[in-house]
Nanobody
Framework: QVQLVESGGGLVQAGGSLRLSCAAS????????MSWFRQAPGKEREFVAG????????YSADSVKGRFTISRDTAKNTVYLQMNSLKPEDTAVYYC?????????????????WGQGTQVTVSS
């Protein structure tokens, strides 16, 4: 069993930056893929970025490429999402998710473990 706790959300002006953290407990994450998803009001949950824990290979949605970077710290069992050049359309609740996988999958229902979410609001 893996427990995930996100932090780092908040209110920021357009063009600003935030860094989200997702601390995992319960076991090491070797063999896991860890991803960030987001969900805006009235919209479906969408994939943002993922990282394969052992090799640190990453994949990001086109909407955030060049602005968001996913990374991990194996010693802290923590995954990060650095968000730069934020836009009002990035406003959403951001969720950390994990699953045992060799590949980064973008469908939310592929993931077994979820955090509680952290709100990111970008003002124009």
């Amino acid at each position: 069993q893996v427990q995930l706790v996100e932090s780092g959300g908040g209110l920021v002006q357009a063009g600003g930056s935030l860094r989200l953290s997702c601390a995992a407990s319960g076991r090491t994450l070797d063999g896991y893929v860890m991803s960030w998803f987001r969900q805006a009001p009235g919209k479906e949950r969408e994939f943002v970025a993922g990282i394969e824990w052992t090799e640190a290979s990453t994949y990001s949605a086109d909407s955030v490429k060049g602005r968001f970077t996913i990374s991990r710290d194996t010693a802290k069992n923590t995954v990060y999402l650095q968000m730069n050049s934020l836009k009002p359309e990035d406003t959403a609740v951001y969720y950390c998710a994990g699953e045992v996988s060799l590949y980064i999958r973008t469908r939310a229902n592929s993931y077994d473990y979820w955090g509680q979410g952290t709100q990111v609001t970008v003002s124009s």
